[in-house]
């Protein structure tokens, strides 16, 4: 069983920067893929990132791709997901997800994962 906490979300500028944590409790952390998604108000969930157990590997999604970097620190049980030249597009909340195993190329299928979090809001005003 994983438990996930993001955190870092808020109201930002056009062009601002956040970073999203995620804190997994458990100890198998390490073990897990690590993704984010998002969804905006009357949208699906849309994939953003992911990150291999092993940190060899990330996943971007097209929309967010060269903006937005995740990367994951085992030893704290934490991703994280660094978006830089925030658009009011990106406006949505912020999902924190695991994978026991690996992803690979399905890393942006919402079945792949077995853990949510419960979200964080981010908000990008024009």
């Known amino acids: 069983q994983v438990q996930l906490v993001e955190s870092g979300g808020g109201l930002v500028q056009a062009g601002g920067s956040l970073r999203l944590s995620c804190a997994a409790s458990?100890?198998?952390?390490?073990?897990?893929?690590m993704g984010w998604f998002r969804q905006a108000p009357g949208k699906e969930r849309e994939f953003v990132a992911a990150?291999?157990?092993?940190?060899?590997?990330?996943y971007y999604g097209d929309s967010v791709k060269g903006r937005f970097t995740i990367s994951r620190d085992n030893a704290k049980n934490t991703v994280y997901l660094q978006m830089n030249s925030l658009k009011p597009e990106d406006t949505a909340a912020y999902y924190c997800?695991?994978?026991?195993?690996?992803?690979?190329?399905?890393?942006?299928?919402?079945?792949?994962?077995?853990?949510w979090g419960q979200g964080t809001q981010v908000t990008v005003s024009s």
């Open positions: 458990g100890r198998t952390f390490s073990s897990y893929a």
């Open positions: 997800a695991a994978a026991h195993g690996v992803v690979g190329e399905d890393a942006h299928l919402l079945g792949m994962y077995d853990y």
């Open positions: 990150i291999s157990w092993s940190v060899s590997s990330t």
